[in-house]
């Protein structure tokens, strides 16, 4: 296999463009580029590279610092080439003595107020302005201060008699990942405008004119901490000098090699360069080439990588006997004998079918992969589950039987040609938030924005965006309101008859359009279940069908719920109403909430389909496995993890392996959780710290994180992306090895020597993945699947020319209200979600800096509702419902409607999970997260279930001293 060669990485000045042929001469060098490519480019791409450092090839030309200068035959002047488009037959000079001689000039001022400290500054090596001098030649600054006077400058703190510099401005060390130094800025305004172009948050701005212009962040008043800033790092990018600089990089020094790697947090799947210094990772700067990101990140994958080296990490495995004890720790073989002889003494005892596996959306494809094998192959049954079912399964089912597809039907490029989104029960800007920001440029652009949610995100106002239309519905009601929007297209007329007739099964759709014509479903009729006003939702209706390409983008608020399957197809009815699938700008895209969930969908995690979606009932399908891995599969489906739980506690399911995943936190009725595992013999988490599910476990087998392993991730877009080991797993294994070694310790025969080993595996049995290998990975970059004969270089869009399953299938979508009620004892309807700072249950997040923005979950409460119950921001309160209760600081907002309360999960010292239910999605047990009937009341601390809970997990947690 060979070695990933990292492109060109070099900066080509200002963005690309798209247009027909124009031809120019530069330097006696003819060139041919699109119309609308700036002069800049246009030299760069033949290889001349004019000096610049205002302009950057992810931003607008902005023209401010005048050192790209060029000549241009029959013009006057020198004209900034950053702002000038090229034109036919254009003559450019770029290096005439005239020019020369001004550039010099230019960077002669810049450095006369500039701290000539550059030996000894954090950007040496790797300063644009040191570079720009060097190559126009500068060796020496006329200005200089007149005898027994001071040169006016905000570098020096104090002048030469001692006096304090008005000019000079402290570092802002504020923010815990980068400072910022007043003295070291040449106001390019590159900051500026990355953080209004390519982040979209507009945190920051030129205050002051002429000598006195400073970066600001914010008001008057403002750090970089306290202002609107997100830490995304894009400001720190593009910043050409050490003034906006990682303080990683002021402590370690300028990195010497990198490697081109995936984020291991969200479903986005940006792609980055993990910059090092021999084993030591320096920083994380996004890969421009990426394909998902396009070169940018936000603050978890950016920064919030420390997780990897925190004193919480266990590295050695760990055994005991029972719960009560303390751990021990054991070597290796101790350790992996000691699970595979409890796992087969537990099969000898009460069956084969007593033990099972869940896999992770953390963890690579690969090592997901050999985790249902293990339990398909070694242990003899179907016993596996993921994380995924319980966010995204009704998507692999509603996609599924509409379209024939578990999975997106666009790339994240897709967003740039859309003319109106709907974004439902979602928040992209915390949730996925480099996606969001390619959305909000879309919307700055003049696209419409439909969000429908009980929650006022930033989607629907922000910095320079707003929304068209927020339907703010009541929690659970979201097959009503999907079913309104298509009674107004379909008793409208609104439809693309055209489309459906060629794409979709005509006599499904009548049927349908007769079921969503019944006055039942008008926004009138259904205004008072959903607490949409009418009028709204028919406008939102109207815009949605006749905007122009119509892109639907949902999450886990439109998953999560009893009718999740119902909404996910009643999506899909909206998306082929419209005629918007099958090409760019449109389609139904699931927001993931992890890195890997698509991919461990994909491998065959749950306990009824194997590897593809295909049925584990299915002789064709069997074989194709038994014939590889020389075993036969047992045709009858296994157990979901709520199953396993209850089986559990029931005395028959005694035995798991879970890895990279923590079911005591992130799933729902915790007590129930609890009480599964407690009743276990034999529970082995396999994971980088002691969980909070590790409480509950015998076995303790210490996990690599997404630096110190190979393999591959799938991203929300179905794109495959390498990971690439970047330092070798500090705790001897990578994953995949580590389940390898138990199949091993159980008889199983592996002899795996790399994950490219793993996918061939997966290409010969699983007919999307059946052109995937590394060496196309490496080649291309990434692709999406399916890739295969038809598809050797993948699928950007999906259903083109014809659906999957063949006719785009029309599915009747009968609202059923939840069985979960509000009422007397419990009045409001608890919703939860995430935050930006902090990933799912924060056992990577929380132990990094990431804490400074979000260092406990809060509770958001509707100022009435918080009057009714003498509540201020702030107080303590006690969250109550029929499953548990804990409690939790109030935040008073009106984010929220009346009647609506809101949380995260992020902290297991709030472990929010102990309020939510056991009530599940029909078609896939998806759990009901986002509708729970609570109580909020005044509090004075900890609830006697969190008090033993946490002294619980602080017995769990003893680990006996090393033996000498």
Not at 438 to 444: A, E, I, P, V
Not at 479 to 484: C, F, I, L, R, Y
Request: aromatic content about 8%.
């Amino acid at each position: 296999m060979k070695d990933f060669i990292i492109p060109v990485d070099r900066d080509m000045g200002t963005p690309a463009r798209k247009g027909k042929p124009v031809t120019l001469t530069i330097d006696g060098f003819e060139v041919t580029v699109p119309e609308g490519t700036s002069v800049l480019r246009a030299a760069a791409e033949i290889g001349i590279q004019i000096p610049k450092l205002c302009a950057s090839d992810n931003l607008e030309a902005f023209g401010s610092c005048r050192l790209c200068a060029v000549e241009i035959e029959g013009r006057r002047g020198t004209p900034a080439s950053c702002t000038t488009p090229v034109a036919p037959g254009m003559v450019v000079d770029t290096n005439s003595t005239k020019v020369r001689k001004i550039r010099k000039g230019v960077m002669e001022l810049y450095i006369s107020d500039h701290p000539l400290d550059c030996l000894t500054c954090s950007a040496n090596g790797d300063c644009e302005l040191q570079d720009m001098a060097g190559a126009v030649g500068l060796r020496d600054v006329r200005y200089k201060a007149p005898e027994n006077g001071g040169l006016a400058n905000h570098f020096s703190a104090r002048n030469t008699s001692g006096e304090a510099n008005p000019e000079w401005l402290p570092k802002d060390d504020s923010n815990p990942y980068f400072s910022y130094d007043p003295s070291k800025c040449i106001v390019c305004n590159r900051c500026v405008r990355a953080c209004e172009e390519v982040q979209g948050t507009f945190a920051l701005t030129i205050a002051g004119r002429g000598f006195d212009s400073r970066v600001s962040a914010g008001g008057a008043g403002d750090d970089f901490l306290s202002s609107d800033c997100v830490s995304c790092g894009a400001c720190v990018q593009a910043c050409p000098t050490a003034t906006l600089q990682e303080k990683s990089i002021i402590e370690m020094g300028t990195p010497d090699r990198s490697v081109v790697t995936t984020c291991a947090y969200c479903g986005v799947g940006c792609s980055f360069k993990a910059e090092m210094q021999g084993d030591d990772l320096v920083r994380m700067v996004p890969y421009k080439h990426g394909k998902a990101n396009r070169g940018h990140s936000c603050v978890k994958g950016r920064f919030a990588y420390g997780y990897a080296n925190h004193r919480d990490r266990i590295l050695n495995p760990m055994i005991r006997d029972t719960i009560d004890e303390p751990w021990r720790e054991v070597s290796w073989d101790e350790a992996l004998t000691f699970a595979a002889n409890r796992l087969r003494a537990l099969q000898d005892t009460y069956g084969k079918k007593s033990i099972g596996v869940i896999t992770s959306s953390r963890c690579t494809n690969e090592e997901t992969f050999l985790v249902q094998k293990l339990t398909r192959a070694v242990f003899g049954n179907n016993n596996t589950d993921t994380c995924a079912r319980v966010c995204h399964s009704p998507t692999g089912y509603g996609l599924g039987q509409t379209f024939g597809t578990s999975a997106g039907t666009q790339d994240f490029d897709s967003v740039e040609q859309t003319d109106v989104v709907i974004v439902i029960g979602a928040n992209p800007t915390d949730g996925h938030p480099v996606f969001a920001s390619r959305l909000k440029k879309r919307l700055r652009a003049g696209a419409k924005l439909i969000v429908i949610d009980p929650r006022r995100i930033d989607l629907v106002k922000s910095a320079h965006i707003e929304a068209s239309h927020h339907l703010a519905l009541t929690p659970g009601t979201n097959v009503a309101v999907v079913t309104a929007l298509a009674h107004v297209i379909v008793t409208e007329g609104l439809m693309d008859e055209a489309f459906i007739r060629e794409r979709c099964d005509w006599d499904e759709f009548q049927v349908y359009a007769e079921f969503v014509s019944e006055a039942r479903h008008s926004p009138e009729a259904t205004q008072l279940l959903t607490g949409v006003p009418a009028e709204e939702l028919r406008a939102a209706a109207r815009t949605f069908a006749r905007g122009g390409n119509g892109a639907i983008y949902y999450g886990l608020g439109v998953t999560e719920h009893s009718q999740g399957s119902t909404t996910v197809m009643g999506i899909a009815n909206l998306a082929m109403l419209t005629g918007n699938i099958g090409r760019p700008g449109v389609g139904v895209n699931p927001l993931r909430g992890q890195n890997n969930v698509q991919g461990s969908c994909d491998m065959g995690s749950f306990p009824h389909e194997l590897p593809g979606y295909r049925h584990v009932k299915l002789p064709e399908v069997r074989e194709i496995f038994e014939t590889t891995w020389g075993v036969q599969i047992d045709p009858e489906p296994g157990l979901r993890i709520p199953n396993m739980l209850d089986a559990a506690v029931e005395g028959s399911f005694k035995g798991l392996y879970c890895q990279g995943e923590d079911i005591l936190q992130s799933d729902p009725d915790t007590k129930h959780v609890a009480a599964g595992l407690a009743a276990m013999d034999c529970v082995i988490v396999h994971d980088l710290f002691l969980n909070e599910t590790a409480n509950y476990a015998h076995v303790f087998l210490p996990g690599s994180t997404f630096l110190e392993k190979d393999g591959t991730f799938t991203n929300a877009e179905r794109r495959i992306n390498r990971v690439r080991r970047v330092m070798a797993p500090k705790n001897g294994y990578a994953d995949w090895e580590v389940t390898q070694l138990l199949a091993n310790a159980m008889g199983a025969g592996w002899s795996y020597t790399h994950p490219s080993q793993i996918m061939d595996e997966i290409a010969a049995t699983t007919p999307s993945f059946a052109g995937v290998d590394y060496a196309l990975l490496e080649e291309k970059g990434s692709v999406q699947w399916p890739c295969n004969e038809d598809h050797p270089e993948g699928t950007p869009l999906m259903h083109v020319d014809g659906f999957v399953r063949g006719k785009g299938r029309f599915i009747v979508t009968e609202y059923v209200a939840t069985d979960e009620k509000t009422g007397p004892r419990f009045p409001l309807l608890l919703t939860t979600g995430r935050i930006l700072s902090q990933y799912n249950v924060g056992a990577q997040t929380r132990r990094t800096d990431n804490v400074v923005w979000h260092d406990g979950d809060v509770l958001e409460i509707h100022p009435h509702d918080a009057e009714n119950r003498g509540l201020n921001d702030g107080d303590w309160v006690k969250l109550a419902s029929r499953s548990g209760e804990t409690t939790l600081k109030a935040k008073v907002t009106d984010r929220v409607s009346p009647g609506v309360v809101y949380t995260t999960f992020h902290h297991p010292d709030t472990q929010a999970n102990v309020i939510t239910t056991d009530y599940s999605d029909w078609a896939t047990n998806c759990p009901e997260y986002k509708v729970t009937a609570v109580q909020v009341s005044p509090s004075n601390g900890p609830t006697d279930w969190q008090e033993d809970y946490a002294a619980q997990a602080e017995r769990s947690r003893r680990i006996l001293p090393a033996a000498g």
